[in-house]
């Protein structure tokens, strides 16, 4: 490899800097749009449809509970878990197809208020950003991760400045982390089935490291049973 040594200020510093970002760009666009952008333009009420008639919701709870996804780390399913977002096999409201699949495009799109993020500054200086758990005349407490010890009480007299924020907690650009469109799929399947099957289903559907679990051992993965929240297949 040849170096070249120049002095700041230079026209070769120059010209490296102007063509620097142009070269970057030319190789983000030959290597494609990624999955997200890919995703988003499509409506989102045609990948819920194929959600629910090309998706395995089997392969969905695998990815669901993978570490590289890293959903559960913020969801739970099933009332005896504590989770830092909502529980997404026991909803308080309805949901459609549509918003589950917006949900996990799109998470800052639609936030429900009860998982709003909340920005707070404190008087020695910190900045906390969470949400908020709990509020009453003296105190404020907010959930800043997915631990038990990410609950942090606050005084009130210790609050500089406090600001709900209109960006989920949730990141965006997490389907990147997916492979391919059939895997986004897939998991949409997985959040059809538990929000319509509930506990039960996220139960049955949870992978185990025993072979007996098709969808963790790499075996072809079953289709889930009607009765865990699904409608069957549409012949083609």
């Given amino acids: 490899m040849t170096r070249v040594l120049v002095r700041p200020g230079s026209s070769i ?3 490296f800097l102007i ?4 070269i970057c760009v030319a190789t983000a666009n030959a290597q494609g749009p990624s999955l997200e952008q890919q995703l988003l333009s499509e409506p989102v009420q045609d990948l819920a449809a194929d959600a629910r008639e090309k998706g395995d919701a ?3 709870a695998f990815l669901f509970h993978s570490p590289g996804l890293g959903c559960v780390k913020c969801h739970g399913t099933s009332p ?5 977002g909502p529980d997404l096999a026991s909803w308080k409201k309805t949901v459609d197809d549509n918003h589950l699949a917006e949900s996990v495009l799109q998470p800052s799109k639609k936030i429900d208020p009860q998982y709003q993020s909340l920005m707070v500054v404190t008087s020695d200086g910190r900045t906390l950003a969470g949400v908020q758990r709990a509020r009453d005349q003296k105190s404020l407490t907010i959930q800043t991760g997915v631990g038990k010890t990410d609950i942090v009480s606050i005084s009130l007299d210790d609050i500089e400045f406090e600001k709900q924020t209109e960006v989920s ?3 965006a650009g997490q389907v990147n982390a997916l492979r391919r469109r059939q895997e986004f799929l897939d998991l949409i399947s997985y959040l059809i089935a538990i929000r319509d099957g509930g506990s039960e289903a996220a139960d049955r559907l949870r992978p185990s490291a025993g072979p007996e679990r098709p969808g963790w051992s790499g075996a072809r993965p079953a289709r ?3 009765e865990w929240g699904t409608v069957p297949t549409r012949r083609q």
């Avoid at 063509?19 to 142009?22: D, S, W």
């Avoid at 005896?80 to 830092?84: I, V």
Wanted: proline share 14%; charged share 15%; glycine share 4%.
């Fill in 80 to 84: 005896s878990e504590t989770s830092f």
């Fill in 169 to 171: 907690v949730m990141p």
């Fill in 13 to 15: 510093v120059t010209a």
């Fill in 19 to 22: 063509t620097a970002p142009l």
């Fill in 58 to 60: 089997t392969r969905g």
């Fill in 224 to 226: 889930i049973r009607p």
